[in-house]
């Protein structure tokens, strides 16, 4: 049994990380400021060896006692949550990685980086594997979040080559399933709560620009196994199945039964046209790849959104 810090514990990812984490037998802590996570989404977990910590990370991190492991889950992650907290992400990437790793050089504990497909950018390679450095904006509205990530990534490996920590750093791909919140501008919780609110659902551009959709088990499933059996380059954990923004909405449309339209807004300012990850690297040292597929993901995602709306 390990005892595992995780930041961002009370966000959608970070929490069915915790739950896998627990599952598995270890003692998990969990840090959130709750800025974008929820309670509720760790409500399950009260009974269990866990522990929360409501915690600003970009402060100064301190938790008693040995830790084995750090996962630094923290940040915002949707749209919606880093242009509306722009200088916030800025800092959790910088300020909060810092003392993320710092607090596992105190421990002498693997840490562990949530980093993100975006540091991708608008990608000119396709697909994207670990080894393409990206085609950012860097003062672009989108930039505060891939700009937070990429530096975050430069720190990890800059802790790793001159302290020799044993870091691992994931790139994750767009993930979706239960505890997604309903408002966050993510594609996929848009168009199922459009939906099942009988709102149009609303497509930017033409529709066309791919996207690549990984349900949450598989996600958490290759987290851990990089967390256990990786190395420190980054790694890809994402669906290499590619689909258009399009072709989701039209499957919503079907599953969900809904009579609503689908209209077309302006694409947003460097809004990635394309990016699907190659998971060569996941599949050759972890033996990952995912097992759901986006129909059964997406009607998984359906019923949990039935319930959240009432």
């Known amino acids: 049994m390990a005892r595992i810090?995780?930041?961002?514990?009370?966000?959608?990812?970070g929490s069915h990380l915790c739950e896998a984490l627990l599952d598995r037998g270890d003692s998990v802590v969990g840090i959130d400021n709750l800025r974008t996570g929820a309670m509720a989404n760790l409500a399950h977990l009260r009974d269990r060896d866990f522990e929360f910590i409501r915690h600003d990370?970009?402060?100064?991190?301190?938790?008693?006692?040995?830790v084995d492991f750090i996962l630094h889950f923290a940040s915002p992650a949707s749209p919606v949550d880093y242009l509306e907290?722009?200088?916030?992400?800025?800092?959790v990437g910088a300020l909060g990685?810092?003392?993320?790793?710092?607090?596992?050089?105190?421990?002498?504990a693997r840490f562990f980086l949530a980093s993100t497909s975006e540091v991708y950018g608008d990608p000119l390679v396709h697909p994207q594997p670990e080894s393409y450095w990206g085609n950012v904006n860097t003062i672009g509205p989108r930039g505060v979040y891939d700009e937070a990530k990429r530096f975050a990534e430069a720190l990890t490996m800059a802790y790793h080559r001159y302290h020799g920590l044993d870091t691992r750093i994931v790139r994750i791909f767009n993930t979706y399933g239960p505890r997604m919140r309903p408002r966050d501008g993510r594609v996929v919780s848009n168009f199922i709560v459009q939906a099942l609110t009988g709102e149009p659902l609303t497509i930017y551009g033409d529709g066309n620009q791919t996207r690549s959709f990984c349900y949450v088990a598989d996600e958490v499933?290759?987290?851990?196994r990089l967390f256990m059996k990786g190395d420190s380059d980054p790694t890809n954990i994402g669906n290499p199945n590619e689909f258009t923004v399009r072709q989701l909405a039209d499957l919503v449309v079907e599953l969900t039964g809904t009579k609503s339209p689908i209209v077309s807004r302006p694409?947003?300012?460097?809004?990635?046209?394309?990016r699907k990850p190659d998971i060569t690297r996941a599949?050759?040292?972890?033996?990952?790849?995912?097992?759901?597929a986006l129909r059964d993901g997406v009607l998984r995602t359906i019923d949990y959104f039935r319930k959240v709306l009432g």
């Open 221 to 224: 499933e290759g987290l851990y």
């Open 57 to 66: 990370v970009t402060r100064y991190i301190d938790v008693e006692g040995h």
């Open 5 to 13: 810090v995780v930041t961002g514990a009370a966000g959608f990812i």
């Open 283 to 292: 599949r050759t040292m972890l033996g990952w790849e995912p097992q759901v």
């Open 267 to 274: 694409l947003p300012t460097d809004d990635p046209k394309v």
């Open 97 to 108: 990685t810092h003392n993320a790793l710092g607090l596992a050089k105190a421990k002498g």
């Open 85 to 91: 907290h722009p200088i916030a992400t800025l800092k």
